[in-house]
């Protein structure tokens, strides 16, 4: 089992800056440090699983809490208007650079699809 201390830990303990957006109970929603849109939000839950496989042994409400908290970061940068895109990215092929489960926000111009 890796339990490898993330970057998004030092992140939630405010060991290193970041610039956060959005908080509540169960959610932190800070900037992505390279955003890839003119708005790159990262939204992480308090409670760590290392991945969107992990959350399989994850009770239900605190999945509803993440997601929830997904919907809330967006609602508070502004963008339910104009639409918005959410990924996760799963795994090697995924892409998945930091350990820790994470949503990204990408919003604020329209987005191409499929992804690459
Ligand atoms: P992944 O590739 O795992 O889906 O996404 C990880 C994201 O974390 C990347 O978009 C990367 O730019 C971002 N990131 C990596 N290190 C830091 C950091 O120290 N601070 C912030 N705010 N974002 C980071």
New binding site residues.
Partial sequence: LNNEIT??E??LAGE????IVYENEHVVA???????APV?V?VIPRKKSRNLTEIAGVPETEIGHFLKGVALTATALGLDDSGYRV????GRD???????L?A?ILGGRPLKWPPG
Avoid: A, M, R, W
Avoid at 16 to 19: D, E, K, L, N, R
Avoid at 87 to 90: E, F, P
Avoid at 94 to 100: A, K, L, N, P, W
């Fill in positions: 970057i998004f030092k992140i290193i800056p970041s610039t800070f900037k992505d440090i390279i955003p890839k790159h990262l990924v996760i990215n799963n995924g892409q998945q650079s930091v350990e820790y994470h990204h």
